[in-house]
T-cell receptor
Framework: DAKTTQPPSMDCAEGRAANLPCNHS???????VYWYRQIHSQGPQYIIH???NNETNEMASLIITEDRKSSTLILPHATLRDTAVYYC?????????????FGPGTRLSVLP | GAVVSQHPSWVICKSGTSVKIECRSL??????MFWYRQFPKQSLMLMAT?????????EQGVEKDKFLINHASLTLSTLTVTSAHPEDSSFYIC??????FGPGTRLLVL
């Protein structure tokens, strides 16, 4: 079973920031938080991951609470092409024998 | 970054035929690859773990004789759906042992 919970759906206005929450209250000390997204009929696309510090890359920012029990993915200026299902996954980094366990994710709709 | 490719991207076949799906790691060696299946409006579900040079391990409820996995090299894993039936119609996705997923293969069995 997935170790994360996410809202099933969210809307965001184009050009505004999209903030996608994720709860992972049972996360272990060596588990990272990964975010992926899946645009219709495509494979999951890696977005970002982090352990405990906030992370930023060209796609998004990841904010992890100090107790690591929740995190927020931020798309700073959402576009229509960001409409997708977003998955928050916890996984031990470097454990190459471990697969990713996907929950239902959050369906983000970016509205014009 | 590392790239995983799949071939074909989509396939339509008749019931009873076998279909082979290839998953390739393009610029790195993958000792382990994972095969997922995704039905419409559902999330990805792990089917099996493919290990180079050894037998694959299958998740509960996945028939190993129906979904044959071969991982003969560090850059190629194949999934063969044998005697396909309409209920096998799905989106099949592979991933490397790192963090990259293939683009998926859509299978439609008539």
């Amino acid at each position: 079973d997935a170790k994360t919970t996410q809202p099933p759906s969210m809307d965001c206005a184009e050009g505004r920031a999209a903030n996608l929450p994720c709860n992972h209250s049972t996360i272990s000390g060596n588990e990272y938080v990964y975010w992926y997204r899946q645009i219709h009929s495509q494979g999951p696309q890696y977005i970002i991951h982090g352990l405990k510090n906030n992370e930023t890359n060209e796609m998004a920012s990841l904010i992890i609470t100090e107790d690591r029990k929740s995190s927020t993915l931020i798309l700073p200026h959402a576009t229509l092409r960001d409409t997708a299902v977003y998955y928050c996954i916890v996984r031990v980094r470097g454990d190459y024998g471990q697969n990713f366990v996907f929950g239902p994710g959050t369906r983000l709709s970016v509205l014009p | 970054g590392a790239v995983v490719s799949q071939h074909p991207s989509w396939v339509i076949c008749k019931s009873g035929t076998s279909v082979k799906i290839e998953c390739r790691s393009l610029d790195f060696q993958a000792t382990t690859m994972f095969w997922y299946r995704q039905f419409p409006k559902q999330s990805l579900m792990l089917m099996a773990t493919s290990n180079e040079g050894s037998k694959a391990t299958y998740e509960q409820g996945v028939e190993k004789d129906k979904f044959l996995i071969n991982h003969a090299s560090l850059t190629l894993s194949t999934l063969t759906v044998t005697s396909a039936h309409p209920e096998d119609s799905s989106f099949y996705i592979c991933s490397s042992e790192t963090q990259y997923f293939g683009p998926g293969t859509r299978l439609l069995v008539l």
